[in-house]
């Protein structure tokens, strides 16, 4: 690691995902009658998130070096046990799911949380999933948030009921259930070849991996990014997410919004961390593929906007 | 050994994937489970396969590490199959509701030639 980083550890790091999940159990104590109850509990623990995303971003912002916090979880030592690591992005984007979900929380408020259970609980979970990715730097530890947040969508996307979205749903569940056995499948290769699942490991043996153990490490690679452009939905792996999001409740759908943009995040960090310009023999692997599908994106969602036809699914393209 | 668990979990993972393509909701949700299996075995073999080695190893001085099973593999794939398990019946609940408000078990929520 460059020696201008800074390794500070602090327990504040560990707070963006402990918030919502102790919110959200909270609430299961408590009947759906009660939903200004919940309401009110909600809307405490986003305001007590902002506050923490907006110090977090002030630690961060740091003069000149790269601040980077490390928290250990558990205390095991670094490549052992798993950790949460707060950088520049990592911070960004927990601040970018706060200012998402006040406004998503405060619409839901005007009706959407009385028309199914639990709408509140799945909500936090699902920030704290969400979080969660954002902060970790271990590979497996990002599919169990991974699946924390996918789990609370599943709930969410089915809020409200209704033929269309069960329908959708079941589309929804079953496409994400497959990209996370790739995930496994990537991150199993990745603890194969590399020998670790520590991020910040795997980008330090990178560069001393040679002949099969490379190409087996690339395939690892091809696995994860599979999994990750399909939860991304960058085309072509991205039919299923009109359909879902044009189907799910409004303030369901405004908040998967940042869901798509988790898969894209985790690309960007593998992406730079393991193939980029130190990476040897490996350095920029993935990279056409990576531009083009971008573009192809970005040509069908505009194609899309000009061409739907109704307000939701217009709304659907544009994510 | 080496053989018979690549074979094993081919096998598992190529039933599944041909099970997920196939249009009923039944079919859909064991090919998940095949696939999960398929996972799995897979995880475990990635921490190399050792017979009659234990994962846990003694506490303080030198061990051999060649004598003992690489646990996090073990670890790994228990939390994966708790996950696996716990999205299963999920999917197995929302496979139900739909049965139930669509009135047909097709993926599509109705049938191709209607």
Not at chain 1, 7 to 15: D, R, S
Not at chain 1, 185 to 190: I, P, W
């Amino acid at each position: 690691m460059m020696p201008e980083e800074i390794y500070v550890p602090t327990h504040l790091l560990v707070a963006p995902v402990l918030i919502p999940l102790v919110a959200g159990a909270l609430m299961l104590f408590y009947h759906d009658r009660y939903r200004q109850l919940k309401l009110g509990l909600g809307t405490a623990a986003l305001l007590a998130l902002l506050v923490v995303s907006i110090e977090m971003i002030s630690r961060v912002k740091g003069d000149g070096g790269t601040f980077v916090g490390t928290y250990l979880m558990g205390n095991w030592p670094v490549p052992v046990g798993i950790v949460l690591v707060l950088d520049r992005l990592s911070a960004m984007m927990v601040m970018l799911t706060t200012l998402l979900a006040i406004p998503a929380l405060i619409y839901a408020a005007a009706g959407w949380q009385g028309k199914g259970q639990h709408f509140h609980s799945l909500f936090q979970f699902l920030l704290a999933g969400v979080n969660g990715a954002f902060l970790t730097g271990d590979l497996f530890n990002l599919f169990v948030f991974f699946e924390v947040m996918l789990a609370a969508s599943y709930g969410l996307m089915l809020h409200g009921s209704g033929v269309e979205r069960i329908r959708h749903g079941m589309h929804y569940i079953a496409i994400n259930l497959a990209a996370s056995l790739l995930f496994l499948l990537g991150a199993a290769l990745v603890y194969g070849t590399a020998g670790t699942l520590n991020m910040a490991d795997i980008s330090r043996v990178v560069p001393l991996l040679e002949g099969p153990q490379r190409a087996l490490f690339h395939a690892a690679a091809c696995f994860l990014g599979l999994a990750f452009l399909i939860k991304a939905a960058t085309w072509p792996l991205c039919f299923w997410l009109p359909g879902t999001y044009a189907a799910a409740s409004p303030p369901a759908a405004a908040t998967f919004a940042i869901m798509t943009k988790v898969g894209l995040y985790v690309i960007l960090r593998l992406m730079v961390l393991t193939f980029g310009v130190d990476a040897g023999a490996s350095a920029g692997f993935g990279a056409p593929v990576l531009i083009l599908g971008g573009l192809a994106t970005m040509a069908y969602g505009t194609f899309g906007i000009l061409g739907a036809t109704g307000f939701r699914p217009r709304a659907a393209m544009s994510r | 050994m080496e053989l018979i668990l690549s074979i094993a979990i081919g096998v598992l993972v190529g039933s599944g994937v041909w099970l997920i393509l196939r249009p009923r909701t039944f079919q859909l949700i064991i090919g998940l489970c095949l696939l999960a299996y398929g996972v799995n075995l897979f995880i475990f073999a990635m921490g190399r396969l050792y017979v009659g080695a234990a994962p846990i190893m003694p506490k303080g001085g030198f061990v051999d590490p060649n004598a003992y099973a690489d646990p996090l593999p073990q670890a790994l794939v228990l939390t994966a199959i708790v996950i696996s398990f716990a999205t299963t019946a999920l999917f197995l609940v929302v496979m139900i509701a739909s049965r139930g408000v669509t009135g047909t078990d097709h993926v599509d929520g109705k049938e191709r030639d209607k």
